[in-house]
């Protein structure tokens, strides 16, 4: 079964330093979403993207984040400068459709952890 | 908004018992509702889903009914086993949202 692939599954970083996490989504997915897990808490909406664009970002989503599809294959996710509290598991995850009854499909996480 | 209220954990049960993790949610329009599960230092997979009122989802002897009077959404599973040890998350997605709104997870540990 396709899968969503996601590296790499841990990235250990300074703070103040830039970080990006890599996501190949499921190939014939047209929606893309990156979500974060802080530790202990609920698995929460980041961002939406479609069509080279983003169409849907929650308030956690602010400057220091950006999403980028730079290939056919890949889509990341960028901060520019963490921050202690960005320490969390990154979930991308994919979808063919945008109906409510589409489920997305997720891949296995990135853990950052920011010293 | 959307939310999704799920019941606290972790639960502990015996192989062979029956499971009940409680869901309830809150949602605009008519809402598609899910049921993830993470086994440790894996990702979410998705389990089971339900997309109109009365639909009963089901897989690898899960089952949750989609009961629009109580906006519930229990998942059930006759007898569980070690296997089943996971956090398992409600969820739900309602049109016009693109984005999945998850509960807290309930961890399930089951003992020999």
């Known amino acids: 079964e396709p899968e969503v692939t996601q590296t790499p599954s841990h990235q250990v970083t300074q703070m103040g330093q830039e970080v990006i996490l890599r996501c190949v989504p499921i190939?014939?997915?047209?929606?893309f979403y990156w979500y974060r897990q802080i530790l202990g808490q609920k698995v929460e909406f980041l961002v939406s993207?479609?069509?080279?664009?983003?169409?849907?970002k929650s308030e956690i989503f602010d400057d220091q984040f950006s999403v980028e599809r730079p290939d056919g294959s890949n889509f990341t996710l960028k901060i520019r400068s963490t921050k202690l509290e960005d320490s969390a598991m990154y979930f991308c995850a994919s979808s063919e459709l945008d109906t409510s009854n589409q489920p997305q499909h997720f891949g296995d996480g990135t853990r950052l952890s920011i010293l | 908004g959307n939310s999704v209220t799920q019941m606290e954990g972790p639960v502990t049960l015996s192989e062979e018992a029956f499971l009940t993790i409680n869901c309830t949610y809150t949602?605009?329009?008519?809402?598609?509702l899910f049921w993830y599960v993470q086994y440790p230092g894996e990702g979410l997979q998705l389990l089971l889903k339900?997309?109109?009122?009365?639909d009963k989802g089901s897989n690898k002897g899960f089952e949750a009914t989609y009961r629009k009077e109580t906006t519930s959404f229990h998942l059930e599973k006759g007898s569980v086993q070690v296997s089943d040890s996971a956090v398992y998350f409600c969820a739900l997605k309602s049109g016009g949202y693109q984005k999945v709104t998850f509960g807290t997870g309930t961890k399930l540990q089951v003992i020999p």
């Open positions: 339900a997309t109109k009122a009365d």
């Open positions: 949602a605009t329009g008519y809402p598609s």
């Open positions: 993207f479609y069509n080279n664009e983003i169409s849907e």
């Open positions: 190939s014939n997915h047209l929606y």
